[in-house]
């Protein structure tokens, strides 16, 4: 028999739709989940027959479809699936997201001359591939369902102090940040306080999106890599696991309270100020 904290917590049959889930972080969180007995949507642009496999070997319920955060049509016709198969979606996960190597600020190229196509697609796909349009479509289903429902947007450390480097992406992440407040408000306001927008806002994981501006060739520390650790009291990256118990909390009964946050999970790297 279950305790009541156990129930509290539990995920067990609920409907999980993740953007950006062939992403190392969001993958790692939904195959974690899909143990506890959630049933998995993945959606992304990459392809997801190994993820999709590797899912079904631990016999947990899992369905992906192709599908581009920053198109609204293929949003719609995903989720209108995803609800003929499941009848709801209990919780969206807005992975979609990352960086590019053009729109960084490097000894190769200065913010002078960044181009300005990379900036806007850093922009776009973090801000509104990554947060808005799929919140428009799916937030208005979890507005009708009685039960509500739990959003939780990927922010970043970057939101929070501007990266020295990633100008269009910790652009991004501070709007993600701002725009999860704002449609927290809005839809408990204007809607109802049963669907809760909350964001993660990931320290120092290593991902293959900034793999390159922590790690050198050969495996060691680039001084970036190094600066990271030192102003992070935990003393290590982080892994996507450390995410786990903060998304059980978001999704959960136990934060019905808890809406327009953007919660850290970084090590304590935001709480130390480098003295």
């Given at each position: 028999?279950e ?17 950006g ?15 506890l007995g ?14 999709l496999?590797k ?38 996960f807005?992975a979609?997201?990352g ?14 001359d ?30 009708e369902?009685p039960?509500g ?6 922010s ?22 701002n ?18 927008v909350?964001a993660?806002?990931p ?21 970036r890599?190094?600066?990271?650790l030192?102003?992070?009291p ?6 996507p ?7 059980l ?17 970084d090590?304590?790297f935001?709480?130390f100020?480098g003295?």
């Amino acid at each position: 028999m279950e305790s009541t904290i156990e129930k509290m917590f539990s995920v067990k049959d609920r409907v999980l739709f993740f953007t950006g889930g062939a992403g190392i972080l969001a993958s790692t969180l939904a195959f974690e989940l899909g143990k506890l007995g959630a049933k998995i949507i993945i959606t992304d642009i990459a392809p997801l027959d190994d993820i999709l496999d590797k899912f079904r070997k631990e016999n947990i319920q899992v369905t992906g479809y192709p599908m581009d955060a920053l198109n609204k049509q293929q949003i719609q016709e995903v989720t209108q699936n995803v609800i003929q198969d499941f009848g709801t979606i209990d919780a969206l996960f807005n992975a979609a997201g990352g960086n590019l190597k053009d729109a960084t600020v490097s000894p190769d190229c200065s913010f002078f001359d960044l181009p300005l196509e990379a900036l806007q697609k850093v922009v776009s796909l973090n801000l509104f591939g990554g947060a808005i349009i799929p919140s428009q479509v799916i937030a208005k289903l979890m507005i009708e369902n009685p039960n509500g429902g739990s959003i939780i947007n990927f922010s970043s450390m970057a939101s929070f102090r501007p990266l020295t480097r990633t100008i269009g992406y910790s652009a991004a992440k501070a709007a993600v940040s701002n725009f999860t407040q704002w449609l927290a408000v809005h839809i408990a306001q204007n809607y109802t306080p049963k669907v809760r927008v909350n964001a993660l806002a990931p320290g120092f994981f290593v991902t293959k999106q900034n793999y390159y501006l922590l790690y050198k060739e050969d495996g060691s520390l680039t001084s970036r890599g190094e600066a990271i650790l030192s102003h992070t009291p935990c003393g290590r990256f982080g892994i996507p696991e450390d995410l786990l118990s903060t998304v059980l909390w978001l999704l959960s009964p136990a934060s019905s309270f808890v809406t327009g946050n953007i919660v850290p999970v970084d090590g304590g790297f935001s709480a130390f100020s480098g003295v």
